[in-house]
């Protein structure tokens, strides 16, 4: 069965860093593109960030520009989102996707299980 396992979440403080990972159960998992949504308590889920699978194409969603980095091992069949300068509205539960290359949640095939960002003011 194919599975995503997200590391990582936790509680910092506002402005702070966090590393989320996420982690394939299949070498073929290689060929997809990799995303980040998140959804907050009565909000939609929303896209984060999106990574193609060379990793040379990446989309970002505007609230997150210039502070969130998404990235990839294909080797280690590990997708990685880097978050600097994190504000309270970012917390949420973080989940990893992968699929074809798009915004849309509804685009992708495969889900992980959530981990839970909580930034504190």
């Known amino acids: 069965q194919v599975q995503l396992v997200e590391s990582g979440g936790g509680l910092v403080q506002a402005g702070g860093s966090l590393r989320l990972s996420c982690a394939a159960s299949?070498?073929?998992?290689?060929?997809?593109?990799k995303a980040w949504f998140r959804q907050a308590p009565g909000k939609e889920r929303e896209f984060v960030a999106a990574?193609?699978?060379?990793?040379?194409?990446?989309y970002y969603a505007d609230s997150v520009k210039g502070r969130f980095t998404i990235s990839r091992d294909n080797a280690k069949n590990t997708v990685y989102l880097q978050m600097n300068s994190l504000k309270p509205e970012d917390s949420a539960v973080y989940y990893c996707a992968a699929g074809p290359l798009a915004t849309s949640q509804y685009e992708y095939n495969y889900w992980g299980q959530g981990t839970q960002v909580t930034v504190s003011s």
């Open positions: 990574i193609n699978w060379s990793g040379g194409r990446e």
């Open positions: 299949k070498r073929t998992f290689a060929n997809y593109a």
